[in-house]
Every structure is written in C-alpha cells, then in structure tokens.
C-alpha cells in the first residue's frame, strides 16, 4: 500500500559530499514527520536527523553543521545532503516516514529499505 525508496548512497572519499533521496508513494493522504536514521555494523540504529511535516528539523550532534534534512511535500520526498563526510559516518541510512492512508483512522510508521554510505579515509 505505502513505501519508502531511498537512493543516492555509495562510496566517497572522506570530505566529499551525498545526497540521499527517500521517496513516499501508495495511497498517501498525509506525510507527517520523516527521518533519516543510520546503523553501522555492530552498532544500534540512531537518529541522524528529522524533520516535521512544518519544516521544523532536528540532528544528532555528530552531523550538525555538515548534514542538511529538507524534504518537498509536493512530491512526497525527503532529502539528507552530507557534506564534509568522515569515515565513522559509514553506515546504512535508513528513510523513516509517519504515514496516513486514505481511510486510516492512525499513522504507521514506515521504513525503507535502507541504502549504503561508505566513506574512506
């Protein structure tokens, strides 16, 4: 019925720049607060940043100043561009969305698939 489809990981060389693109589609009556999250191996899954369907954004105090979180509710799409990139923020991004279907009563909360960000030294 909904879904989330990221794109625009892969490698890049420490100090380059990405930008990731997660995008909503189904039956979508309203986008509520996205997310972007990211899990290395080993490690628990974190909150990189959010942003509320108003353009309020919040981050994780190792991206702040080099991750931007924007999102255009036109099309349903979220955005993460990563700037000055470290190793240590290798990990899969995963794209989170509070979705409302048409004829839902309730948001669920939903996942991509995740897509991998590989930055060397």
């Known amino acids: 019925q909904v879904q989330l489809v990221e794109s625009g990981g892969g490698l890049v060389q420490a100090g380059g720049s990405l930008r990731l693109s997660c995008a909503a589609s189904?039956?979508?009556?309203?986008?509520?607060?996205m997310g972007w999250y990211r899990q290395a191996p080993g490690k628990q899954r974190e909150l990189v940043a959010g942003?509320?369907?108003?353009?309020?954004?919040n981050y994780a105090d190792s991206v702040k100043g080099r991750f931007t979180i924007s999102r255009d509710n036109a099309k349903n799409t979220a955005f993460l561009q990563m700037n000055s990139l470290k190793p240590e923020d290798t990990a899969v991004y995963y794209c989170?969305?509070?979705?409302?279907?048409?004829?839902?009563?309730?948001?669920?909360?939903?996942w991509g698939q995740g897509t991998q960000v590989t930055v060397s030294s």
């Open positions: 989170n969305a509070g979705i409302r279907l048409y004829g839902s009563d309730y948001d669920r909360s939903t």
């Open positions: 189904g039956s979508i009556f309203r986008l509520n607060a």
């Open positions: 942003i509320t369907s108003g353009g309020s954004t």
